[in-house]
């Protein structure tokens, strides 16, 4: 087997460590070790992804502030005690103990673990968004600058197979005019993440189009492949509000009268969670920290945040917003995020010059204006939501970056945090533009 070079650290001594600039195409006579940081549903299913090639990935370390979820991870992956940690901090005291590490903590938390561990030599998959500022994720890119630490950003969408085959036919439909895309959130996705959840307020995470819509306008920067110079945009908080909750709902769902007739019933959702898998297992996860039982359910509606009316809570973010984008060279696109949907794939259309190219996440519709016939792709990946693996965007993400940091290949990562500081520029100008009833210019 081929073996490293010897791995240098910041000050060029030896260290026992690797990153994805101390053996430039030698593949290691190891596996890469990984420490996770933030061990809840994305650090959870990264790491999971990661185990699954046990010749090129070992999980080494974890830390995460609650016992129940640290312990269960540990369990999982072997990690001895004296590398389990309660917090980042902690962690990064002990100095370097892994190649690489996940930061899977919540959006105001990236900046500090980022940061350190960049300085510590780590290469650092980093869950979106960067960060809930823009203040912040320039910093997060400025960080990769000046250290040299490959920040990757979990931009899934990216890296699906859908992705790799739309870019490939592009070129058929000629010069792109404009194009048209719709993120269609979920219901009931919306209601358990947006309006109970982590991310339904703007002053403890951020607004929804950063949370849950970033991926979208990052994709759209990567396979138009122009920058933006002006946006616009429209929506709010039109629905999940005090004032439409019907006269008979209580605060909790589950000894609502209507509990069998609402359609954002927390009492359906989670305990459809209990019998089903999927999307709605995921959310039962989430409610009860991996808990798949009738008395954590009833006790999580009756006590926890996922238990509450969604008229009843304190979110604000926006349930429905359109941006429009003007990029380089004159080409428009328009963008629409709503919770009002089924939980379906994203829907988009390029319109161009010799034809048009449409697609649902999985299939793709290639139509020749000359020839006035329609080429139909599958690229036989459904399933677009995170339970789902994004479409296999979360295994080939996974997969690129243990191979990049195995091989010493860093061009497999399509996502790194300079591209990334870019996409998200665009959307806090989007949000500005929002807020002040504005066109602003990038």
Same mark, same amino acid.
């Given at each position: 087997?081929?073996?490293?070079?010897?791995?240098?650290?910041?000050?060029? #001594?030896?260290?026992? %460590?690797?990153?994805?600039?101390?053996?430039?195409?030698?593949?290691?006579?190891?596996?890469?070790?990984?420490?996770?940081?933030?061990?809840?549903?994305? /650090?959870?299913? *990264?790491?999971?992804?990661?185990?699954?090639?046990?010749?090129?990935?070992?999980?080494?370390?974890?830390?995460?502030?609650?016992?129940?979820?640290?312990?269960?991870?540990?369990?999982?992956?072997?990690?001895?005690?004296?590398?389990?940690?309660?917090?980042?901090?902690?962690?990064?005291?002990?100095?370097? @103990?892994?190649?690489?590490?996940?930061?899977?903590?919540?959006?105001?938390? %990236?900046?500090?673990?980022?940061?350190?561990?960049?300085?510590?030599?780590?290469?650092? !998959?980093?869950?979106?968004?960067?960060?809930?500022?823009?203040?912040?994720?320039?910093?997060?890119?400025?960080?990769?600058?000046?250290?040299?630490?490959?920040?990757?950003?979990? +931009?899934?969408?990216?890296?699906?197979?859908?992705?790799?085959?739309?870019?490939?036919?592009?070129?058929?439909?000629?010069?792109?005019?404009?194009?048209?895309?719709?993120?269609?959130?979920?219901?009931?996705?919306?209601?358990?993440?947006?309006? =109970?959840?982590?991310?339904?307020?703007?002053?403890?995470? &951020?607004?929804?189009?950063?949370?849950?819509?970033?991926?979208?306008?990052?994709?759209? /920067?990567?396979?138009?492949? =122009?920058?933006?110079?002006?946006?616009?945009?429209?929506?709010?908080?039109?629905?999940?509000?005090?004032?439409? =909750?019907?006269?008979?709902?209580?605060?909790? $769902?589950?000894? $609502?009268?209507?509990?069998?007739?609402?359609?954002?019933?927390?009492?359906?959702? *989670?305990?459809?969670?209990?019998?089903?898998?999927?999307?709605?297992?995921?959310?039962?996860?989430?409610?009860?920290?991996?808990?798949?039982?009738?008395? &954590?359910?009833?006790?999580?509606?009756?006590?926890?945040?996922?238990?509450? $009316?969604?008229?009843?809570?304190?979110?604000?973010?926006?349930?429905?917003?359109?941006?429009?984008?003007? *990029?380089e060279g004159g080409v428009t696109a328009s963008f629409t995020m709503t919770a009002f949907t089924p939980l379906e794939n994203r829907h988009t259309k390029?319109?161009?010059?010799?034809?048009?190219?449409?697609?649902?996440?999985? +299939? !793709?519709?290639?139509?020749?204006?000359?020839?006035?016939? #329609?080429?139909?792709?599958? #690229?036989? !990946?459904?399933?677009?939501?995170?339970?789902?693996?994004?479409?296999?965007?979360?295994?080939? !993400?996974?997969?690129?970056?243990?191979?990049?940091?195995?091989?010493?290949?860093?061009? @497999?990562?399509?996502?790194?945090?300079?591209?990334?500081?870019?996409?998200?520029?665009?959307?806090?100008?989007?949000?500005?533009?929002?807020?002040?009833?504005?066109?602003? #210019?990038?």
């Open positions: 087997m081929t073996r490293m070079t010897t791995a240098m650290d910041s000050r060029g #001594t030896a260290s026992p %460590h690797a990153n994805l600039h101390s053996h430039p195409g030698t593949p290691l006579d190891r596996p890469v070790r990984i420490a996770v940081v933030g061990a809840g549903a994305r /650090g959870a299913a *990264y790491a999971g992804l990661a185990a699954q090639w046990p010749e090129k990935a070992e999980i080494a370390a974890v830390a995460d502030a609650r016992p129940t979820v640290r312990a269960r991870f540990a369990a999982r992956h072997s990690i001895p005690a004296d590398r389990v940690f309660t917090d980042w901090r902690e962690l990064a005291a002990h100095g370097r @103990l892994a190649d690489a590490v996940i930061v899977a903590t919540l959006d105001a938390d %990236h900046l500090a673990p980022a940061r350190t561990f960049a300085e510590q030599g780590y290469d650092i !998959l980093l869950e979106k968004p960067i960060a809930p500022t823009e203040a912040e994720s320039t910093a997060i890119g400025e960080v990769a600058a000046r250290t040299g630490a490959v920040i990757a950003v979990c +931009h899934v969408m990216r890296y699906t197979r859908y992705t790799e085959q739309l870019r490939a036919l592009l070129p058929q439909i000629g010069d792109i005019v404009s194009v048209e895309h719709l993120e269609p959130v979920g219901a009931y996705h919306f209601a358990h993440s947006f309006v =109970r959840g982590n991310w339904r307020r703007t002053d403890e995470t &951020a607004f929804s189009l950063l949370t849950k819509s970033c991926h979208d306008i990052d994709w759209l /920067g990567h396979v138009i492949g =122009r920058r933006v110079l002006r946006t616009s945009s429209f929506g709010g908080l039109a629905h999940f509000r005090p004032e439409n =909750r019907p006269a008979e709902a209580t605060d909790r $769902c589950l000894d $609502c009268p209507l509990q069998n007739l609402c359609p954002y019933s927390a009492t359906t959702l *989670y305990r459809d969670g209990l019998r089903e898998g999927g999307t709605k297992q995921y959310f039962t996860r989430v409610m009860t920290a991996g808990d798949l039982t009738e008395e &954590a359910v009833t006790r999580a509606l009756a006590e926890g945040p996922y238990g509450r $009316c969604v008229y009843a809570c304190d979110n604000d973010v926006a349930d429905h917003q359109v941006v429009s984008l003007e *990029y390029f319109f161009g010059t010799r034809g048009q190219l449409t697609g649902d996440g999985r +299939h !793709l519709h290639l139509y020749d204006f000359r020839t006035e016939r #329609t080429t139909t792709v599958d #690229t036989s !990946l459904d399933g677009s939501s995170a339970a789902e693996g994004h479409a296999g965007g979360d295994e080939n !993400l996974i997969r690129c970056f243990v191979d990049a940091l195995h091989q010493g290949r860093p061009e @497999l990562i399509r996502s790194r945090v300079e591209d990334s500081v870019e996409g998200h520029r665009v959307v806090f100008a989007a949000e500005r533009a929002r807020l002040t009833g504005t066109v602003v #210019t990038l």
